[in-house]
């Protein structure tokens, strides 16, 4: 089957022929009066945190619009003090709009042909009742159509699974030509990947109950790593976990659920993790009791075994089961943490060794011409921000979302974690181009990329990355340990 055939990718494609955006649009819509100076139009687009603001006529219809870059130009041009302007002088007027009821595809369309980032939503009498960005538009579709309900809950075994798995890398690469950033394909990617390890419980489970019987207790079936994260790209293998609410005799069923689950997932095209970090292990499946006793001991040995498994486990994420047992093993996980920081420290250890690949003559360091932006870049990310949110009893698991936390509590200057934002998205976008160019060459993807494909531009650019980054896991390795 070629690639454009999969269902999977046409219902994307369908997505802005089935949907209204009444149902998409960003509402309640923020609001201005056309004579309030232009610095409450930057106080309210960082207090609801979007990009542009309408002016309303008397009767509730859009008569003009202000955007962040308008702001950005004044002052360019005048200063400071030309936010003291008033908002009327510099909206655009008039404001190019779309009807609740019209189709997706009407708002993709005029955006294109007016160049516009931002349309106002009327309702049929006029009146402005919301707002679609070109940014939010490519976010729902991705979002929506990659719920992938139909596809992935329909499947009957490996196959079918297989089948959504084989279109990642075409969907990325359209997501990607659509200008979707990095992280925000990563966690579509993401999702199809939670998604499926959740289908392959069901099939497991449902495979035993004719032998095996019903589960004999509650359970939880977790994915651990970047697909907790929300952060997988396209060379993903398993790293999953169980936790249950039973004892000792029950083992044995929920081995066999563990084996069944990688089995499938294996032949799905999710292969078997080479670190056995899979909840067919006995080490990664475990009673909320056992899974204390086993953090406990990462946090009395933390040998580097330990403090691997460490890393993976804390950014879980429940797929399957009963979520509240999950929530118990964070809780449990988290307060377990907060007694003994002693573990934190050793997470933070090894940030002290982090170095830039960048050569004695100042050029990046390279091996067989390509340079493993993972380890030196996205994974220092990840540990150092992991280590502070856990020092801080944070729960959350994406990386920005752990950044954003730090920078409100002050723990990481705001200037610190924008250089971290775009060096995270810079590196992903380098590794999923990477895999996305070797799988079409028939190479497995990896995490390696070519030096010799990269502009003088984007090597500068990942120069200064790798350069912030190790400033960032020293200053927090020096921090914690």
């Not at 589960?215 to 994915?223: A, K, M």
């Not at 723990?411 to 181009?433: G, N, S, T, Y």
Request: aromatic share 4%; hydrophobic share 50%.
């Amino acid at each position: 089957m070629k690639l454009g055939d999969d269902p999977v990718l046409r219902r994307l494609d369908a997505f802005p022929y089935r949907h209204r955006l009444g149902e998409v649009m960003s509402q309640p819509l923020v609001t201005i009066a056309a004579e309030k100076p232009l610095a409450d139009v930057a106080r309210l687009l960082a207090e609801h945190r979007i990009s542009a603001l309408v002016v309303l006529d008397q009767d509730g219809r859009p008569g003009g619009i202000v955007t962040e870059r308008d702001l950005t130009r004044v002052v360019a041009a005048e200063g400071l003090g030309g936010l003291a302007a008033p908002v009327g002088r510099i909206m655009s007027s008039p404001v190019a709009t779309v009807r609740v009821d019209d189709f997706v595809y009407v708002a993709i369309g005029r955006l294109a042909r007016l160049g516009h980032r931002h349309l106002v939503v009327v309702a049929p009498d006029g009146r402005a009742i919301g707002m679609v960005t070109a940014r939010s538009l490519l976010r729902q579709r991705a979002a929506t159509a990659l719920a992938l309900g139909d596809e992935i809950d329909a499947a009957v075994g490996a196959t079918d699974l297989a089948r959504v798995q084989r279109g990642l890398a075409g969907l990325a690469r359209g997501l990607m030509d659509e200008g979707l950033p990095a992280p925000e394909i990563a966690q579509v990617v993401s999702a199809v990947l939670r998604d499926l390890t959740r289908r392959a419980t069901e099939l497991a489970v449902a495979g035993m109950a004719a032998s095996l019987g019903p589960p004999p207790t509650q359970y939880s079936i977790l994915v651990l790593g970047s697909g907790g994260r929300g952060e997988s790209l396209l060379a993903a293998d398993q790293d999953n976990a169980l936790v249950h609410a039973g004892g000792k005799a029950d083992d044995p069923w929920f081995a066999e659920l563990g084996r069944r689950l990688a089995d499938t997932l294996d032949g799905a095209g999710i292969p078997y993790c080479k670190g056995g970090v899979m909840a067919r292990e006995p080490a990664w499946r475990h009673t909320l009791p056992g899974w204390e006793a086993v953090i406990g001991r990462w946090v009395a040995a933390a040998s580097p075994k330990d403090v691997l498994a460490a890393d993976i486990f804390f950014d879980f994420q429940a797929v399957s089961g009963d979520p509240s047992l999950a929530e118990r093993l964070r809780e449990m996980a988290l307060a377990q943490v907060k007694a003994s920081p002693m573990l934190v420290r050793f997470l933070a250890a090894d940030l002290a060794t982090v170095r830039a690949p960048i050569g004695f003559f100042g050029g990046l360091r390279a091996q067989d011409g390509r340079i493993d932006v993972k380890r030196s870049g996205l994974f220092p990310i990840v540990a150092a921000t992991r280590a502070l949110a856990l020092a801080q009893g944070s729960g959350v698991t994406p990386t920005l979302e752990r950044l954003r936390l730090l920078v409100e509590a002050g723990h990481v200057p705001e200037a610190d974690a924008e250089r971290l934002r775009e060096a995270h998205a810079l590196f992903m976008a380098v590794v999923i181009e990477q895999q996305m160019r070797d799988m079409g060459a028939g190479l497995t993807p990896g995490n390696r990329v070519e030096l010799s494909r990269l502009d003088a531009g984007r090597r500068r650019r990942l120069k200064a990355a790798f350069k912030n980054v190790e400033a960032f896991a020293q200053a927090v390795a020096g921090h914690i340990v």
